[in-house]
Nanobody, 119 residues
Framework: QVQLVESGGGLVQAGGSLRLSCAVS????????VGWFRQAPGKDREFVAR????????VYADSVKGRFTISRDYAKNTMYLQMNSLKPEDTAVYYC????????????WGQGTQVTVSS
């Protein structure tokens, strides 16, 4: 089992920045990747970014490329999402998730943190 706890959400004006953190604990050695997803009211959850847990390779959704940066501190078992140039359409609950080595799916999820961008 892997446990994830997000922090760092809040209210920010359009054009501002926020950094989300995700503390990862448990059987982290069984994790192949960690990532961020988001869900806006009335919409499906969508992929934002992911990073390889061991190697650091990254993938981003087109909607956040050039504005968001995912990173992880391997020693601290923590993942980050630096969000710059925020837009009102970035408003959502942001979830961090972990994908096990034995699966193509993200199987472990945090409780979510609200990000609200005002115009």
């Amino acid at each position: 089992q892997v446990q994830l706890v997000e922090s760092g959400g809040g209210l920010v004006q359009a054009g501002g920045s926020l950094r989300l953190s995700c503390a990862v604990s448990g059987r982290t050695f069984t994790t192949s990747a960690v990532g961020w997803f988001r869900q806006a009211p009335g919409k499906d959850r969508e992929f934002v970014a992911r990073i390889s847990w061991s190697g650091g390779a990254t993938v981003y959704a087109d909607s956040v490329k050039g504005r968001f940066t995912i990173s992880r501190d391997y020693a601290k078992n923590t993942m980050y999402l630096q969000m710059n140039s925020l837009k009102p359409e970035d408003t959502a609950v942001y979830y961090c998730a972990a994908r096990p080595l034995t699966s193509q799916q993200f199987a472990y999820w945090g409780q979510g943190t609200q990000v609200t961008v005002s115009s």
